[in-house]
């Protein structure tokens, strides 16, 4: 409905807008206060509608008002009404209403008897106080009075079935798509996603989502270890020998000194600073297709070439001019021990062109703001100098001084102050029932409604020990009223206490040392449950993280346990426990790493298994668990360090410290084939389908794979997957208990009709095959179709075949045996017959009768001859 009711506004204000020049265009000045008559119009659509569908109305003015602006010192039209009569006499009034600019303005009502509605627009008239419209003119006007008017009734018939689109949206696709989305495609939103890197994790310059952590509401992300493409971003794995081939040799890939990898994503396009591989220095930047892993672009690290990609933004604006949304990047210049931003920079996402310089910035992390007018807006909050601050990016990139005093474009571009954002700063209390706490409290978490700030001493900054108390206090995130506290609270005295997470209302402390978790409300401060304690082991007090989503918390420990806690009770709903590891790692169990490494997306937690800092570098894996039971959806052997896993576009994005590469995690298209060798036949006749199911990823098209499978990598079964993309991608041993995936095979008959084959699976090569015998003559089209998996999208195929009639079976003879007296032959000479062997049509009634009357022929004349020499 909103899509339709800004086309409607728009529509209306881009026609009004024109009549702005002719309207002011030729101004005299004027000696005296003047009458000015108005023409007042009103249009509705649909028209007719169905009932109780929203009909939306357009009232406006055939001109604005002479003094029109597009500031507020201009007059607009004021208290505009909107009468409507409905069949049965009933009245429904509209407003007041205020016109924009141009003249006019817009509602919506929704209809709910069959029959003629009355509709008409009412203006009271007003005079005239503002003074300068757009172009400078229409000081002169003040004092003259818009007479009031009426417009003409209209009707509006309302009938009992709904009035359908004529355009019709396509529906969510069910096979492989990509980028860009048809601007049309209302209902594709859902599909799209964005990793903004919002936040930095530890020891990194960008790569989490937002402020709050890595949960990412707006996208699917895969559920198999399915790989779409691999792309190399430094050296990685076994240099090879001289250098010994071991568990310490792999080139560097998982310290804390050394960046990597720091995700951004896009409109499906894959944004990153680019490392050298012995140090951290910068080598440029890169723009990557998400899908295919192919690069859109490259540049130079910024206008100084030292800069990283510190975030992205999409923001959606409307203004009197234009409408749409605009994607840019943020960089930054990195400086000292703790790599602090000293300015922000902006260039588009599209191109890497550079648009503009932001300075005296704050170093902040942000959230993305979907409930303003301008959605994507970058909210950040910062305490300084005893004073809570809330900074918008909208209020930095538009100014009153845009045209006449008016926002007519919203094009980030220029040089902007970073100050120019700040919408609003409160005091922070100082004093907590009348004991002075001093302006040490900083803001410790944000969510869109409530900023909490804290203060806890600690001794030093890797430790969070507890001196016995904190004090919080809770602020409206939106207008930075104070919602509760300073609160003082005791604490566990000098043991190692950290808030994990915050989201949903709630925020989460929890005691490293006694592995114990408490819930606080951010609504009012107060403890909601604990200390809970948690099942885990020994190397859980060395690390652990948490992530709110779905009403529950996850904590997860380097001792390789994952526990989900109901939100607001503190209940334990499941654990996951460690995964014994055996003899690959000195631990006994696969830990888990945190670093803000975790990723919640579509109802599972990713999770990476391993460590950093010291040696041996041990197996590890990916993990996807069911945020709802705990159970490990799929795995993949892979170990991220400190990188992030972005989620967008249904694909999960991570860096690979085993060798060095990026892996693109989804569903991955197909080709289906098929084939019939013989494919015209006889009635009674029997034909072989066969066919392949390959996967037709990105990846499976690169030298390594195309080398090693000539003929495509085979379509596997999603119970397979991990296994198999193990061996393809990583060099694993080949499994050999490997299905392949399902085929239908139908017919269409020469009757018309489909006739159902049946169902085969595809072995481990990708061939499947099914002998079939058509039961009619004509014509058939034979199709196999893959209908798709959670690891790939589906395909399919067709062929044809022929079937003639049988040939007729041969006519089966009776053999005729010659009647003849044989003739006793004399010692000097036997005669045998000779006879013809039947020929493949078999013998007629006719030859056995000359062959008969041959026979007899050839025994009288031996008689004869023998006869004769008697005689002689």
């Known amino acids: 409905m909103k899509k339709e009711k800004n086309m409607y506004a728009l529509a209306l204000s881009l026609i009004l807008v024109f009549s702005i020049v002719a309207s002011v265009a030729a101004v005299l000045p004027l000696s005296q206060a003047l009458d000015i008559p108005t023409f007042p119009f009103i249009t509705c659509a649909p028209n007719p509608a169905g009932v109780d569908q929203v009909v939306y109305v357009n009232a406006f003015m055939s001109k604005p008002t002479p003094t029109a602006g597009m500031a507020s010192s201009g007059d607009q039209y004021e208290n505009i009404s909107i009468t409507i009569i409905a069949p049965d006499g009933s009245t429904q009034n509209i407003g007041p209403l205020r016109s924009d600019s ?46 009031p008017s009426q417009s003409d009734v209209i009707t509006l018939t309302v009938q009992a079935d709904s009035v359908e689109s004529i355009y019709e949206s396509p529906p969510l696709p069910t096979e492989y798509w990509s980028r860009p989305i048809y601007a049309t495609n209302w209902a594709w939103g859902a599909l799209g996603g964005s990793w903004f890197g919002l936040k930095a994790p530890s020891f990194a310059s960008t790569g989490m989502y937002d402020a709050m952590g890595n949960v990412q509401l707006y996208s699917k992300a895969p559920n198999t270890g399915h790989i779409v493409w691999t792309k190399p971003t430094q050296f990685g794995g076994q240099p090879g020998l001289p250098i010994s081939s071991d568990q310490e040799s792999l080139y560097s890939a998982t310290s804390i000194a050394i960046n990597h990898f720091e995700p951004i994503i896009i409109n499906g396009i894959i944004y990153y600073t680019k490392y050298a591989s012995v140090s951290s220095s910068i080598n440029g930047w890169a723009a990557i297709d998400l899908r295919t892993g192919e690069t859109v672009w490259e540049r130079t690290a910024g206008e100084t070439g030292n800069e990283v990609i510190r975030m992205g933004q999409i923001f959606r604006f409307h203004t009197v001019q234009e409408f749409g949304s605009t994607a840019v990047l943020w960089s930054t210049e990195l400086a000292g021990f703790f790599q602090t931003p000293t300015f922000y920079s902006l260039y588009d996402a599209a191109t890497g062109k550079y648009l503009g310089n932001i300075t005296d910035i704050q170093n902040l992390s942000y959230l993305f703001d979907v409930d303003c007018t301008q959605q994507g807006t970058l909210l950040g909050w910062y305490a300084s100098d005893g004073k809570l601050n809330m900074w918008n990016s909208t209020l930095m990139f538009t100014s009153t001084a845009s045209m006449f005093g008016a926002i007519v474009t919203i094009h980030p571009s220029g040089n902007f102050n970073y100050t120019s954002g700040v919408q609003w700063s409160v005091d922070i209390p100082t004093t907590i029932n009348g004991v002075e706490i001093g302006s040490a409290m900083s803001v410790a ?32 995130a939106k207008t930075g009223a104070l919602l509760w506290g300073p609160i003082n609270q005791s604490l566990p005295y000098l043991q190692d206490i950290a808030l994990l997470a915050a989201r949903d209302g709630v925020y989460i402390l929890h005691n490293k040392d006694t592995n114990e978790a408490y819930g606080y409300s951010l609504t009012n401060g107060q403890k909601m449950w604990g200390p809970v304690k948690l099942p885990g082991n020994a190397w859980s007090s060395i690390s652990r993280a948490a992530e709110i989503a779905y009403d529950k918390v996850f904590i997860w420990d380097f001792g390789g346990y994952v526990n989900a806690l109901d939100l607001n009770t503190g209940i334990i709903e499941w654990t996951l426990t460690p995964r014994s590891s055996g003899y690959d790692a000195p631990y006994g169990i696969y830990p888990l790493w945190h670093f803000g490494t975790q990723t919640i997306a579509d109802g599972k937690l990713f999770l990476s298994e391993g460590s950093m800092y010291n040696p041996p570098v041990h197996p590890a894996y990916r993990l996807a668990i069911s945020c709802e039971t705990g159970e490990i959806i799929w795995s993949i052997l892979s170990y991220s360090g400190r990188c992030p896993g972005a989620v967008a576009d249904g694909y999960l994005l991570e860096w690979n410290s085993f060798d060095s590469q990026l892996y693109a995690f989804g569903k991955g298209p197909t080709i289906t084939s098929i084939e019939i060798e013989n494919d015209a036949i006889a009635k009674g006749e029997s034909v072989m389908i066969k066919g392949t199911v390959i996967d037709n990823s990105p990846g499976t098209k690169d030298t390594d ?14 119970a397979c997957m991990s296994d198999w993309m193990e061996y393809v991608y990583m060099q694993q041993i080949k499994p050999t208990d490997i299905t392949g995936v399902e085929v239908k095979l139908t017919a269409l008959c020469p009757d018309g009709n489909t006739y159902d084959i049946g169902t085969v699976t595809s072995d481990a090569n990708g061939l499947y095959k099914r002998l079939w015998e058509p039961t009619m003559e004509g014509e058939y089209t034979i199709i196999a179709t893959f209908d798709g998996s959670e690891s790939y999208y589906p395909s399919s195929s067709e062929t044809a075949i022929g079937v003639t009639a049988a040939q007729a079976a041969p006519t089966p003879t009776s053999t005729i045996e010659p009647t003849v007296t044989p003739i006793q032959p004399t010692e000097s000479a036997v005669i045998t017959p000779s006879v013809m062997p039947p020929t493949d049509q078999g013998i007629t009634t006719e030859t056995l009768l000359i062959i008969g009357a041959a026979i007899i022929v050839i025994v009288v004349i031996a008689a004869a001859v023998l006869l004769l020499k008697k005689r002689q």
Do not use: C, K
Not at 124 to 138: K, M, R
Not at 453 to 470: K, N, Q, W
């Open 705 to 718: 794979r195309e080398a090693r499978f000539p003929h495509g990598v085979p379509a596997i079964t999603d």
């Open 445 to 476: 978490a944000v969510t869109p409604e409530v900023v909490l700030v804290r203060y806890a001493a600690t001794p030093g900054m890797f430790m969070e020990l507890s001196y016995g108390y904190h004090i919080t206090a809770g602020f409206d």
């Open 102 to 147: 141009t003249g006019g303005t817009w509602a919506s009502f929704t209809p709910t008897q069959v029959g003629t509605y009355q509709l008409q627009m009412f203006y009271p008239g007003q005079i005239l106080t503002g003074g300068g419209n757009v172009f400078g003119g229409g000081g002169e006007w003040v004092g003259s009075v818009l007479l």
